[in-house]
């Protein structure tokens, strides 16, 4: 008798607990997407039918309102759809929310620690010792590891279209290879060639960085995003991923080599070592590439700490590179007189440069490459490399142009892929045209065009990943002739990162240049 009395008062209270949850924005008075327990917007994602940046355009698209509040499980979010109101959030009132609100365990999870994930302080304090990383004059003298990695690609692709003429190329793939060449070469300090040796330690380790090889390391993937404490539990009782003692095990390897022999390198993990060694890299772009050691006590930095950076790096530009490159290839291939102006802006910078089709290019004559340029600027507003930007209310937020306070640690998010793809903002949003961002056109709203973040924490190697893009794309049209292919939107399909993952790939036909 009192066991179901005790039962069914508690259902009782669970039931009017989770409605109360449920309704919070329905009470605050804002426009909310209806919740479906007890997942709330994460349910097709949990059912692996809808990506989560595509789950969000889908609301995007299905309101009007400046702001709809949403439901994650246990946390109750907004999102922004207004583009000016999301820029200054991120820009001018970035006071009142500059952290992402993202699991870190620095002390039993070291590589949780890393320049995306960190908060405040510990945020802005590494923030300021890694940008001298990434001027002009540092990745102009790491610009001849890229350029290495781009003819292997060039040598690669010569060889499969001799062994199979006439067959399509998934491009994405092979770019993809050529990414992750260029990170374990830049940023892990490897010699690599994967084109040739596929199985290398790097490659393996690589190709399942985001895959979870048990279901511990499943859950734990899980929890890191749904509830971190769980995670933090599980980092408590010694569940460590492989994966990332694997990348840390090779950065350590590394960089002791290279401090015993003194081994200089001018790459992204020679200036980490001396941000180690020295607490600073330094902006002189000529003098920073040297071993500077000092006694283990005074080092500045952890390897695990590097480890995280490095693994950031990799997990953000791999991926980036990979797909900015070959959507813009693929959307090329559809609109032939964009490339043709493609190429003959190319033709003429190289002949500027004195350089034939064959030759090594140089960091100059791809800062030449202007109208590539808006070719990358328009796919990443097609495709941005991650189709959501998030924060998390640092303090008590009133929203402009209304009296509504967001609280404080409430989840901000804003879908960047519906943004992008507003008629409202970018005419004819679907339509690939690099043109828009003619400097006597502008045809769109600035405000709104943000694939890189905007504000203190845009992505901090931007600039390298421009490059790295664009030498991709120059050493294949200097290269090779694009099949042009009838207009056919991509598809996506489901994929546990956030990234956006084609149905079947980019396919493309690629002839030898004569």
């Not at 992505?459 to 790295?468: E, Q, S, Y």
């Not at 294949?476 to 990234?499: H, K, Q, S, Y």
């Amino acid at each position: 008798m009192w066991l179901i009395l005790f039962t069914t008062i508690l259902a009782g209270l669970i039931y009017q607990y989770v409605k109360r949850h449920y309704t919070f924005w329905y009470r605050e008075g804002i426009d909310e997407e209806p919740a479906k327990f007890p997942f709330g917007i994460l349910n097709p994602v949990i059912k692996q039918e809808r990506s989560f940046g595509l789950v969000l355009s889908d609301i995007y698209q299905r309101y009007s309102g400046d702001i709809v509040g949403i439901y994650m499980i246990n946390k109750q979010t907004l999102l922004v759809r207004d583009a000016q109101l999301a820029r200054q959030i991120m820009t001018s009132d970035f006071n009142s929310l500059h952290d992402r609100g993202l699991y870190v365990d620095e002390e039993r999870d070291p590589l949780s620690a890393n320049l995306f994930n960190l908060p405040g302080a510990s945020w802005r304090n590494l923030r300021q010792k890694l940008a001298p990383s990434f001027t002009s004059g540092k990745i102009k003298a790491m610009f001849e590891t890229v350029n290495d990695v781009g003819d292997k690609l060039v040598q690669h692709l010569l060889k499969v279209i001799d062994e199979t003429p006439g067959n399509d190329i998934e491009i994405k793939d092979k770019l993809t290879t050529y990414a992750v060449d260029i990170i374990g070469s830049v940023i892990f300090g490897l010699e690599l060639d994967s084109f040739t040796d596929p199985d290398n330690e790097f490659r393996k380790v690589s190709k399942t960085v985001l895959k979870s090889e048990t279901i511990w390391m499943k859950l734990h993937n899980m929890a890191t995003i749904m509830c971190p404490p769980v995670a933090k539990l599980m980092n408590l009782l010694g569940i460590e991923n492989e994966v990332f003692v694997s990348l840390r095990n090779i950065m350590k390897e590394t960089i002791e080599f290279r401090e015993k022999h003194n081994v200089i390198r001018k790459d992204l993990l020679q200036l980490l070592i001396r941000l180690r060694n020295t607490s600073k890299i330094g902006d002189d772009d000529d003098q920073v590439w040297d071993i500077e050691t000092t006694r283990e006590e005074l080092k500045d930095m952890s390897i695990d700490k590097i480890a995280a950076q490095a693994f950031l790096f990799y997990i953000a530009g791999s991926e980036t590179t990979a797909a900015t490159s070959a959507f813009t290839l693929y959307e090329l291939a559809m609109y032939p007189d964009l490339l043709k102006e493609v190429r003959d802006e190319l033709d003429s910078v190289l002949q500027k440069h004195n350089l034939k089709r064959g030759d090594k290019l140089t960091y100059d004559a791809i800062q030449d490459l202007k109208f590539l340029d808006q070719c990358i600027m328009e796919t990443v507003r097609k495709y941005p490399g991650l189709p959501f930007l998030n924060r998390q209310c640092t303090e008590d937020y009133e929203v402009p142009k209304t009296k509504y306070v967001i609280r404080k640690r409430t989840p901000i998010l804003i879908p960047l892929f519906g943004i992008h793809r507003d008629p409202a903002y970018f005419p004819n949003p679907v339509d690939y045209d690099p043109h828009r961002f003619d400097v006597d056109n502008m045809n769109y709203d600035q405000a709104a065009y943000m694939p890189f973040g905007e504000g203190p924490r845009h992505c901090i190697a931007l600039r390298m990943g421009k490059v790295n893009s664009k030498v991709a794309v120059a050493k294949i049209l200097a290269n090779f002739d694009v099949v042009p292919t009838p207009r056919m939107e991509v598809e996506f399909g489901f994929d546990p990162t956030p990234v956006l993952v084609p149905i079947g790939g980019l396919k493309l036909r690629l002839n030898k240049r004569t």
